[in-house]
Structures are given as structure tokens and as C-alpha cells.
């Protein structure tokens, strides 16, 4: 059974503050990464889709990293604003024709 | 249109009823799948079809629940005697190709089993 982690699982920030929050996968067998973002009452949005040891993807202020030897993804946003809050899933593929494994989740709340 | 579109977006109903969940993905889209995230749990996987065939629906919780895609295209989902536990939110998703492309969800059908 593939087990994906993400933590931590809630994570309140004051509006300017930097974070970052983490997401376990299989060392083994790994094809790719995947981060959303998923907005109450919205559909969940990509992010990135990461594929190679090393890679580091930037969109805005959001950026990510992986490490696919020890089997770990950062996601870590910069200057959080309100409308960052939402939870944030990573989802790990081992192979391009496999449904994607999930992890919980991080739900982000930004204070103003 | 351009979205993967779900209906009903919310829906209530009686334990033991039956309810049909639809799905019409993005335009050529030949993979589609559907997940559900109940209150406290993660996004977990029921079911995947690659064009009207499913090669994998290990994820599917019990035989009360089936989906059957036709054409390629529109999916429904379909939970019989509904339960409780039934409750979450329930996503579909497609793909456009096998290997490494994103994919791509609807807002998803709110159940709640009262």
C-alpha cells in the first residue's frame, strides 16, 4: 500500500510570513509529483507536476522542491496573502498509467 | 465545456436511497477517474477508466457502489442503499494522456446521507 504524508496538517501564518509544509512519498518506483491547491467550494488546482531528482518549480510566490532519493517534496510560499489560504495536497505517481496516490492534505489559513 | 463538469453539485438524500453521481470530462480527454474526501480523511481513489473500459477499480468501497463510463466520455457513479458513511465530497478528475500530464478535477457532487 502506498502511503503519502503531509505535514503538517494545519498551519495558521500571519499575512507577510513565509512557510513551508512537507510531503513524504515512496522512495521506490517513483514517476512523479504532484501539488494542488484546493480552494473551499472550488475545484482543486495544479500546481506542479515534478518529475526529476532535484527539480525546483516556481509559480509566483509558490515554489517547490523534490528529492526523489529520500522520498520528499517542500512546498514553500513567501509573503503569504489571505487568499493563499487553502489546502494544499501532494500526490505521488509510480508509474504514467497508475492513479495518482494522495496524501491528506495541509490546510493553510492566513490572518490579515 | 472547458472544465470537468459534476452535477448534481449538492445533494441530500435518505439512508437506503440510491443516487447517481455524473461526470463529463474535458473534450478528449481519454483517462477519468473518481475520488472522494470524507470529513477528516484524504482524497481516496474509487475508481479509474481508460477510455469505457476500467482497469482498475480496486478503490471501490463496496459492491453497493459501480460507475460505468459510455462513449469515451460522460461517467456516472452510482451508490446504492446509501449509508452514512457514505457522506463526502466526490471528485472526478481526467487526464489527457497516459504518461505524466496533470489531471484535471471538478468541483465535485456534495453528498450527504441524512
Redesign the interface.
Known sequence: ILN?EQSPQSLHVQEGDSTNFTCSFPSSNF??L?W?RWET??????LF?M?LNGDEKKKGRISATLNTKEGYSYLYIKGSQPEDSATY?C?FGNS??????????TRLSVIA | GA??SQSPSNKVTEKGKDVELRCDPISGHT?L?W?RQSLG???E?LI?F?GNSAP?KS?LPSDRFSAERTGGSVSTLTIQRTQQEDSAVY?CASRPA???????????SWLTVV
Open positions: 503519502v514517476y512523479a504532484h494542488y467550494a472550488k475545484s482543486p488546482e495544479a507536476v518529475t495536497l500526490a504514467g498509467n497508475t492513479p495518482l496516490v494522495f496524501g491528506k492534505g | 472544465g470537468v483517462a477517474y475520488y480523511q484524504g482524497l481513489f479509474y481508460q482498475d478503490g471528485l497516459l504518461s505524466g500530464n496533470t489531471i484535471y478535477f471538478g468541483e465535485g
